[in-house]
C-alpha cells in the first residue's frame, strides 16, 4: 500500500519556522522525484519545491527560494522541508507527491502519489 504521510505543520508567528516531513512507504523511493505543494483558501494549489531521486537537483518557487530548503533522505524514506522566515502568505495546506521521474517538476498531473497533507499557519 502506498503511502505519503505529511507531518510537521502547525502554527506558527511570521518570522518563526517549521519543518515538514514526507515519510514515503510501499514504493521504491529511490526511483521518484518528490514535490511540495500548497494550497490556500480559495486558491489553486501551486508548486513550492521540489528534489530529485539523488537529491542534488532542487527547484522552488520563486518566492519561498532562499527561506525553505527541501531534502531528502533516501535511508529513511523521508523528504523534509525547512521552511524559515514564515510570512502569513505561506499559509496553507502543503502537500508531498511523488512522481516517477528523473528530475523535478513542477506540474502536479505528473505526480503519481499524493499525501493527505498538513496544515501550516502563519499568523501573530
Known amino acids: 500500500q502506498v503511502q505519503l504521510v505529511e507531518s510537521g505543520g502547525g502554527l506558527v508567528q511570521p518570522g518563526g519556522s517549521l519543518r515538514l516531513s514526507c515519510a514515503a512507504s510501499g514504493f521504491t523511493f529511490d526511483d521518484y522525484a518528490i514535490g511540495w505543494f500548497r494550497q490556500a483558501p480559495g486558491k489553486e494549489r501551486e508548486f513550492v519545491a521540489g528534489i530529485g531521486l539523488s537529491g542534488g537537483n532542487t527547484y522552488y518557487l520563486d518566492s519561498v527560494r532562499g527561506r525553505f530548503t527541501i531534502s531528502r533522505d533516501n535511508a529513511k524514506n523521508t523528504v523534509y522541508l525547512q521552511m524559515n522566515s514564515l510570512k502569513p502568505e505561506d499559509t496553507a495546506v502543503y502537500s508531498c507527491?511523488?512522481?516517477?521521474?528523473?528530475?523535478?517538476?513542477?506540474?502536479?498531473?505528473?505526480?503519481?502519489?499524493w499525501g493527505q497533507g498538513t496544515q501550516v499557519t502563519v499568523s501573530s
Open positions: 507527491a511523488a512522481a516517477r521521474l528523473p528530475g523535478v517538476v513542477s506540474n502536479s498531473r505528473r505526480y503519481d502519489y
